[in-house]
């Protein structure tokens, strides 16, 4: 039992883009619907009109030069399927699998996860250290902005009305680099994240001094963040156990965690130190080319 | 802002009238009578609701109806009947996996998803399908056990799987 | 069959129907004309109610009754007690009260008249914490004290019990609140028949208990009421008293046509019983060679707004604190505190998983605390045949030590024990 709301399904892009407008504030966007609609069950949202962007080919998965193109209705499902996505970024295929159960993969779209804007959104990490850029479209303009410059806080993010997020470009990974995600909930399934993280490492030509490094942790601050402090003590040099215990230690400190029903903030605290210290090892691993999957 | 639409439910046609908030689970036991769909939390959270879209598990009560349109929906109506039973419902039944049976027709529905992609599945995979069903009696060990004896079953009679 | 069941696994007579979805469950009966039931709960978790207004609702299309405390010809229930109302009619004392239920000719239209109910509440102070709730001055859940009720149970002389033993062990344990979580939700259908009778298809364990229970709350005759359970989709103690079945009978009769009801599960989580939180305290005196002499607990129980199972929960629990070993001095005091909390009922083992975690932890305590094997201090204190209990009860036939043995050996136990 739904409040009741009109339903706009448009045949292709600019008749979204048209409707938003046409609908003004209470026009929602509707793509998996497994965050909307439980929402509107629990009278959080009361969209006055729905517009469908299934089918409008935002679902696919390209890959160009110098990068990949993600469309905003892309499933998680899909994304946990893809070989492009297998084969180029693990780290997003990690977070895609992460989320939800398979049924909620199966209506779930990337789009959906990164706009409803929680705290513990699982895609995020993984697009942060992939350094993602988001295209976001209205009828009046078209812009791409890092993903870092989406969020604005819990629930809230750069969107304008009438204005949707199109698709994601995932730059394509340096030689001789690896990235990981890792989420820790109260069970392994359906559930939000207690924290989770992700991180990517390129080692320099000597396979050992770390040229660049990206941590980014989520459900431990207003929005996810990246742990800029600690990827500095990281870059220019030798990787060691030593040196990724540090960063994990002041990654940790630079987050801003509560308390919730989820895990206290101390607890949050001790999984950033445990969660970085393991993703920056596995991407180092993969890296090395050690470790592919 | 009623609206006529079609859905096709085990290979039949149904027309009904909806209203665009009207959702698929709700579709399919109020208005088609196909109860075998359970609703328990209508949340997304229980799987109870599950069927299959196009043959994906999804939850029917994250799902307007309205966007089913010209889509495969399959309930657990459409699996097997009890004259002829498909064999991970014989495999349920001989495994005891069912106590109360709410959870059964999700689960059902998910497993059948699985076998139809990986029809040799290791323990982890069926744990993996099946976590977006809860079982509130069985302890899910009896479930894992008869999801993996009908897949032996299945690829060991060719054609087996109806 | 040739007489033997035992050992043999047989199939469910019913598993055919569950495993092809053709088993019919609460909320999948129907009959023609049926209306849908749905109930407006309490905004506070303490508060005098100052007025009801349901003319608003009864005015909107498709609302063909609201019921509220006035409609209950007998508005108090309970198993032990009788405190809790149908309707809420001075008070409400936990959010899952109800206060009014509306019958519309579809969900929708029930849903949409509960925002049109108006109710005056006076917000009251609301006690949470047991303990909190058994001082004098703490805000009352009813009448002049919130301990319901204190049972007693004494054996020999704790006293000459603590001067014997060698160590003393104290601890507090707490238990949360668990919801039984059946996965299918409270459903009740009822229809009042030509010939005067209600009918109704309802998802409980316990039908007759049901039957009583709506036939002094409708003041109508019980063998004009019949229960009807149906496939249950699990209950586990949550489906083991009246819930939602006066409503429907009660909207049966005023609208004359079938009612049913399905409760969410935020309604299943707020408005129907839970297991009682316990707050246990152990005390136990020990000798040089590991036998407990003495014993005192002490467990308050969480009733939450009402009683219903709680007083049942709170005795098999006493009977049981002082754990399957013989103990010569024991004392034992369980109290049942109401607060406004949800309501604390029955659910697998009956308040018993709540004092078997708290001593048994107790044990690992003590045995620690004398540095003897976990296992041995417990062997040695079992109960055995002719040992009596803290009620005074002799047992017969037991085989508590057998069992044990035999779990030692199937699990591989780390050491050697040295039975005695
Ligand atoms: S009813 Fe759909 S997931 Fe629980
Ligand atoms: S058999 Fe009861 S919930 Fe699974």
């Given at each position: 039992m739904?409040?009741?709301t009109l ?6 892009l ?10 003004g ?21 009361l ?11 935002l679902?696919t998965i ?5 990068f990949?193109?993600i469309?905003?209705a892309?499933t ?5 399927r893809s070989?492009?996505?297998?084969e180029m970024?693990p780290?997003?295929?990690e977070a ?7 049924q ?9 996860n990164?706009?409803s804007?929680v705290p513990?959104c ?6 942060y250290v992939l350094?993602?850029?988001l295209?976001?479209?209205s009828l ?15 629930r809230?993010?750069?969107l ?6 199109a698709?994601i470009?995932?730059p394509?990974p ?16 359906l ?16 396979g050992?001094?770390?040229?660049d490094a990206?941590i980014?942790l989520g ?6 963040l990246r742990a800029r402090k600690?990827?500095?003590l990281?870059?220019?040099c030798?990787?060691?156990e ?6 994990a230690?002041?990654a940790?400190?630079?987050t801003s ?8 903030a ?11 210290r393991?993703a ?6 993969r890296a090395?080319g050690g470790d592919?999957? | 802002?009623?609206?006529a639409?079609?859905?096709?439910v085990n ?6 009238e909806?209203q665009?908030?009207d ?5 399919l ?17 229980c ?9 994906k ?6 799902l ?10 399959t309930?657990?109506e ?11 419902q014989?495999?349920?039944i ?5 106590q109360?049976?709410?959870c059964a027709?999700g689960?059902l ?6 076998l139809d ?8 995979d069926?744990?993996q ?5 809860i079982c509130?009696c069985?302890?899910y060990?009896?479930?894992?056990k008869?999801v993996?004896s009908?897949a032996?079953t ?6 087996g799987g109806? | 069959?040739?007489g033997s069941?035992i050992?043999?696994?047989r199939?469910?007579h019913d598993?055919?129907l569950?495993?092809t ?5 609460g909320d999948d009966?129907e009959?023609?004309?049926?209306l849908?039931?749905?109930a ?15 003319s608003r609702?009864?005015?909107?299309a498709g609302v063909?009754a609201?019921?509220t405390?006035e409609?209950v ?10 405190d809790q109302?149908?309707l809420?009619d001075?008070?409400?004392?936990y959010m899952g009260?109800?206060?009014a ?5 579809s ?9 049109q109910?108006e ?12 303990v ?10 009813h009448?002049?004290?919130n ?5 007693k ?24 609140v ?6 299918e939700?409270?459903a ?7 010939d ?11 039908p007759f208990l ?6 002094r709350?409708?003041?109508y005759p019980?063998?004009k009421?019949?229960v009807i ?12 008293e009246?819930t939602?079945e006066?409503?429907v009978?009660?909207l049966a009769?005023?609208?004359k046509?079938?009612?049913k009801?399905v409760?969410s ?7 129907t019983t839970?297991r009682h939180?316990y707050i246990?305290k152990y005390?136990?005196?020990v000798?040089?060679d590991?036998?407990?002499v003495?014993?005192?607990v002490e467990?308050?129980s ?20 002082a ?12 109290y049942?505190v109401?607060?406004?909390?949800s309501i ?5 083992g ?8 708290a001593y048994?932890c ?6 620690a605390?004398?540095?003897m094997?976990?296992l041995?201090?417990?062997?040695k ?5 002719n040992?009596s209990l ?11 030590r057998?069992?044990v043995?035999k779990?030692v050996?199937?699990?591989?136990w780390?050491?050697?024990v040295?039975?005695?």
């Amino acid at each position: 039992m739904l409040p009741r709301t009109l339903y706009i399904r448009p045949s292709d892009l600019t008749k979204a883009l048209e409707a938003l407008e046409e609908h003004g504030p209470g026009a929602r966007v509707i793509a998996g619907g497994t965050d909307l609609i439980p929402s509107m069950r629990a009278r959080t949202q009361l969209p006055s009109c729905l517009v469908d962007i299934q089918g409008l080919g935002l679902d696919t998965i390209t890959r160009t030069d110098g990068f990949v193109r993600i469309g905003a209705a892309c499933t998680f499902s899909e994304l946990a399927r893809s070989g492009i996505i297998r084969e180029m970024f693990p780290v997003l295929r990690e977070a895609a699998s992460a989320i939800g159960a398979v049924q909620t993969r199966n209506l779930a779209t990337i789009g959906g996860n990164l706009s409803s804007a929680v705290p513990s959104c699982d895609s995020a990490p993984a697009l942060y250290v992939l350094k993602a850029r988001l295209t976001l479209i209205s009828l009046r303009q078209q812009r791409a902005i890092p993903v870092e410059e989406f969020f604005q806080g819990p629930r809230r993010t750069v969107l304008a009305p009438a204005e949707i997020l199109a698709w994601i470009d995932v730059p394509v990974p340096p030689d001789r680099s690896g990235s990981a995600f890792l989420k820790i909930g109260r069970r392994k399934a359906l559930t939000l994240a207690i924290v989770n993280a992700a991180a990517s490492v390129c080692l320099a030509k000597d396979g050992s001094t770390v040229e660049d490094a990206t941590i980014s942790l989520g459900a431990v601050a207003p929005t996810p963040l990246r742990a800029r402090k600690a990827e500095a003590l990281l870059k220019g040099c030798t990787w060691s156990e030593e040196l990724v215990k540090e960063a994990a230690w002041v990654a940790s400190g630079e987050t801003s965690p509560i308390s919730d029903i989820r895990a206290s903030a101390d607890y949050r605290r001790e999984l950033c130190k445990v969660l970085v210290r393991r993703a920056l090892t596995h991407a180092w691993k993969r890296a090395l080319g050690g470790d592919q999957r | 802002m009623k609206r006529a639409i079609i859905l096709v439910v085990n290979g039949t046609e149904h027309s009904v009238e909806v209203q665009p908030s009207d959702l698929l689970v709700d579709v399919l036991r109020d208005r088609l009578r196909l109860t075998g769909t359970k609703k328990g939390c209508g949340t997304g959270e229980c799987g109870a609701c599950t069927v299959l879209l196009d043959g994906k598990p999804v939850n029917s009560c994250l799902l307007l109806a309205i966007r089913c349109e010209g889509r495969q929906i399959t309930t657990i109506e459409g699996l097997g009947t009890p004259d002829s039973l498909h064999v991970l419902q014989k495999a349920f039944i001989d495994n005891g996996a069912v106590q109360c049976g709410f959870c059964a027709p999700g689960m059902l529905l998910s497993a059948k998803a699985l076998l139809d992609e990986n029809p040799a599945p290791s323990e982890m995979d069926i744990r993996q399908a099946l976590a977006g069903n809860i079982c509130r009696c069985t302890g899910y060990v009896k479930i894992v056990k008869a999801v993996s004896s009908a897949a032996r079953t299945m690829s060991g009679a060719e054609g087996g799987g109806r | 069959m040739n007489g033997s069941a035992i050992g043999v696994s047989r199939p469910r007579h019913d598993a055919v129907l569950q495993v092809t979805g053709r088993a019919l469950y609460g909320d999948d009966y129907e009959r023609p004309g049926m209306l849908y039931a749905k109930a407006l709960r309490s905004r506070h978790p303490h508060a005098r109610i100052l007025k009801v207004d349901t003319s608003r609702a009864l005015k909107l299309a498709g609302v063909k009754a609201v019921i509220t405390a006035e409609d209950v010809p007998k508005n108090r229930y309970g198993f032990t007690h009788l405190d809790q109302p149908v309707l809420a009619d001075d008070k409400v004392r936990y959010m899952g009260d109800v206060v009014a239920v509306v019958a519309a000719t579809s969900w929708d239209a029930a849903t949409e008249a509960l925002d049109q109910i108006e109710v005056d509440y006076l917000p009251l102070p609301a006690v949470f914490d047991p303990v909190e709730a058994m001082k004098p001055d703490a805000p009352k859940v009813h009448g002049d004290s919130n301990i319901v009720s204190h049972i007693k149970i004494r054996s020999g002389d704790v006293t000459e019990g603590w001067r014997i033993s060698s160590e003393i062990v104290e601890d507090v344990m707490r238990t949360q609140v668990v919801e039984h979580c059946h996965i299918e939700p409270h459903a009740a259908l009822a229809e009042l028949t030509d010939d005067g009778t209600y009918v109704i298809w309802s998802t409980v364990q316990r039908p007759f208990l049901i039957a009583s229970d709506l036939s002094r709350i409708l003041q109508y005759p019980m063998n004009k009421i019949r229960v009807i359970t149906p496939a249950i989709g699990g209950g586990f103690g949550g489906k083991n008293e009246i819930t939602i079945e006066p409503y429907v009978c009660l909207l049966a009769a005023k609208t004359k046509r079938p009612v049913k009801m399905v409760l969410s599960r935020e309604e299943e989580f707020c408005g129907t019983t839970v297991r009682h939180p316990y707050i246990v305290k152990y005390r136990s005196g020990v000798t040089k060679d590991g036998k407990i002499v003495a014993r005192q607990v002490e467990i308050i129980s969480d009733s939450g707004a009402y009683v219903s199972w709680g007083e049942s929960t709170l005795s098999k629990a006493s009977i049981h604190a002082a754990g399957p070993y013989f103990i010569p001095h024991v004392r034992i005091d369980g109290y049942l505190v109401y607060t406004n909390n949800s309501i604390g009922g029955a659910m697998r083992g009956f308040g018993v998983p709540q004092v078997g975690f708290a001593y048994e932890c107790h044990m690992d305590n003590i045995a620690a605390v004398i540095g003897m094997d976990p296992l041995e201090f417990r062997y040695k204190n079992l109960l055995t045949d002719n040992s009596s209990l803290p009620t005074g009860q002799v047992l017969e036939f037991v085989t508590l030590r057998e069992t044990v043995r035999k779990a030692v050996e199937l699990v591989g136990w780390k050491k050697e024990v040295e039975w005695e």
